[in-house]
């Protein structure tokens, strides 16, 4: 894989507009995949995977799908409709849920979200789940490879341990990936890119640090030049 095929732009923005201009600023670098998430995606609907789409790039649709199997089936029936490369949902909705959202994957890679990393021990406690998150974090995704899903969204701190256990045949996507110069946002558990990279990440999400910079193309170019493994300008 290219490494700039490793980067994923979340699209985290409020107007459909502006994010096909970021589209059509970033891929003449090289930048072909984009995460719609639920905000854009509320708004908008299926016009905001077809900005992406229509301008050459690639979807992951992050709608993060929780609810009973038939339903999680017929809603990522519904993403392949769109065309999208990569879609998601929470191992935590149960095996049976997973296997029938696998069942209606017809093309999206099929991913799953473990334990938000908005949550810490004592959230998960207040579920009634005992285990530290990192066991949690584990203990999921060994359960959605067991499903047959095709990876799962990690930290960076989980990645190594995830990829030892679930082996190389799956995708690693890694949020909360900051280049060595920007600030961290409200991530609390931050990688640099080469660093995700070599925890066994294959793919890094990275939103505000390009979103929020006064030079995106700036900041995309250091990403992919930390990718390739060469450091400063
Ligand atoms: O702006 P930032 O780079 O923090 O954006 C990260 C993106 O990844 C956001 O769209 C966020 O919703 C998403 N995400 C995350 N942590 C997860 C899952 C998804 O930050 N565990």
Redesign the pocket.
Known sequence: MKPVDRLIV?L?LELLDDAEAMVKRLMPLGVTHF?V??NLFTLYGPSAADVVHRNGGKVFL?L?FHDIPNTVGNAVEAASRLGVWMTNLHAQGGSAMMRKGLLFAKGPLLIG??????MADKELAELGIVKPVKEQVLYLARLAKESGLNGI???AQEAAAIRSACGNDFLI?T????PSSSEK???QRTATPAEAVAAGADYI????????AKDPIEVVQSIVRELEGKRGP
């Open positions: 979340a985290d995460k998430g639920l992050d993060k979200v473990t334990v938000l990393t908005s969204v990690a930290s996507i949020p909360g990936v900051r946002n409200d991530q999400v990275v939103g505000r640090p390009i979103l929020e």
